[in-house]
């Protein structure tokens, strides 16, 4: 799957930086000369978009997350005479790739959810769980450098959802992909539990998240996969933290030590030099879609114009419409939201806004901590 207005949509009217100039712009990149130039006055953010042409939701939604950010922060940026600017590539369809962070441009990174499996060369188009993919491998070697760059710019900060939190795994090797065969109830699609690792709950961040919840451990998900990301054992990379597992329904079993099924589906690679937000971060779900009554209408909308199949649309509304059975699911869908990906966003690219402001000689009535509940 992948919030979603149209992403080149014009933006909310009165968010602007200057006469005529939005306050949010977006770009899509499926070939070299769709890059937009880089100007002072664009902060770019780099989505990763590995949908493989797939209609989803969730790559707008990583779209709107931005936009909402770039409203949220209207007045300083006006004051700075800046912008956000989401820049989308388009990954494993058309080798699209960002340049690695430290060259000014590209310091947040977002990678989104996709079709089939997470290592590319396994995608034949023919295998059922490849869902028709057949793609040329090339791009994941570039994506591992990217990654290695991201992991060694303390500056930069990288957050992945569903496939590309897959894709993350691979890199870091701290999970391979298993099916999940009929004995786990095939894929996994609508609203679930996870439950929290015990390093999660001593985590910085996830622990504030963990205060909320109602047994201080399980939370809602949103999701829609094939595979469970089953950890490697002895994989222990630095800044590693196992801080997600699937709760399991399917053997009714508690390990006793904060794992309840054996797919993890939340981890940290690096942590920002506060020490408190994560700066790499996956999850093996979809926070980015928080509306579902909005989502729902987006479905209308879609199949209304005839951008995706029946079929299509009735999976993915089935997905939304799947309530687990507690009155408070949505708003407990919105915390996993706001806490695996809402918030961390937001915090690094406050701090991105405000490094720009400053550097054009702005002092910018913005501090990321805020995010954090410091200040």
Same mark, same amino acid.
């Given at each position: ?59 707008? /939604? ?8 770039? #409203? +949220? =922060? &209207?007045?300083? %940026?006006? @004051? ?18 960002p340049a690695p962070p430290g060259g000014g441009r590209f ?89 929290? /690792? ?8 996830? #622990? +504030? =998240? &963990?205060?909320? %919840?109602? @047994? ?128 961390? =966003?937001?915090?690094? %690219? ?26």
């Amino acid at each position: 799957m992948s919030v979603a207005a149209d992403p080149t949509a014009e933006p909310t009217a009165g968010v602007s930086v200057a006469e005529g100039a939005p306050a949010f712009r977006y770009a899509r990149v499926e070939k070299p000369e769709d890059l937009p130039a880089e100007e002072a006055r664009c902060v770019d953010v780099a989505i990763l978009d590995l949908n493989f042409g797939w209609p989803n939701l969730g790559h707008d /939604s990583i779209v709107q997350a931005v936009r909402e950010t770039a #409203s +949220r =922060l &209207a007045a300083p %940026l006006a @004051d700075a005479e800046i912008c956000l600017r989401a820049v989308s590539f388009a990954v494993r369809d058309h080798g699209m790739l960002p340049a690695p962070p430290g060259g000014g441009r590209f310091a947040v990174y977002v990678g989104s959810g996709g079709p089939g499996h997470v290592d590319p060369r396994r995608n034949d188009g023919v295998s059922e769980f490849s869902q028709g993919v057949r793609e040329d491998p090339a791009w994941e070697r570039t994506a591992f450098a990217l990654f290695d760059a991201i992991r060694d710019d303390p500056g930069a900060a990288l957050l992945t959802v569903c496939h590309s939190f897959g894709v993350l795994c691979r890199w870091a090797g701290i999970a391979e992909p298993v099916l999940r065969g009929a004995a786990k109830g095939g894929k996994r699609s609508g609203v679930f539990e996870d439950v929290l /690792s015990t390093a999660a709950l001593d985590h910085p961040w996830f #622990s +504030r =998240l &963990a205060v909320h %919840l109602p @047994d201080g451990r399980h939370l809602r998900v949103l999701e829609n996969r094939l595979f469970d990301l089953v950890p490697l054992p002895g994989a222990h990379p630095a800044g590693f933290l196992a801080l997600g597992y699937e709760r399991g329904y399917e053997r009714g079993y508690e390990r006793g030590d904060g794992r309840d099924g054996d797919g993890l589906t939340m981890a940290e690679l690096a942590r920002d030099a506060g020490g408190v937000m994560p700066r790499i971060l996956g999850v093996n779900s979809h926070p980015e879609i928080v509306d579902r009554i909005h989502q729902h209408r987006i479905l209308e909308a879609k199949l209304a114009r005839g951008e995706v199949s029946r079929a299509w649309y009735e999976e993915r509304l089935e997905a939304l419409t799947r309530v687990y059975p507690a009155e408070d699911s949505d708003r407990r869908l919105r915390l996993t939201s706001e806490y695996t990906f809402l918030l961390p =966003l937001r915090f690094h %690219l406050e701090r991105q806004v405000r490094l720009r402001a400053e550097a054009r000689g702005h002092a910018a009535d913005l501090d990321e901590s805020r995010v954090l509940g410091l200040h």
